[in-house]
């Protein structure tokens, strides 16, 4: 596969992007990658910090 998916509160009735920028976006549930060519979980997200989403589909870009 040659692409991915990324859910988002785009189309949300308070405005596109209310959750992400808010105060609030710790309360993201949870964030995880994963590789379409086996189905893996590669990255999960920790307690204490985010992801660099950009960085990740670069590196996996170039697997």
Known sequence: MTF????NDA???LGGGT????????GVPWIGVIRTSDM????D????GLLD???I?????AE
């Open 19 to 26: 959750i992400a920028g808010s105060d609030i976006y710790d």
């Open 11 to 13: 189309d949300n009735s």
């Open 40 to 43: 893996q979980l590669v990255y």
């Open 57 to 61: 589909a670069t590196e996996l870009a």
């Open 45 to 48: 997200e920790p307690d204490d």
């Open 53 to 55: 989403i950009a960085a």
């Open 4 to 7: 991915g998916w990324r859910t």
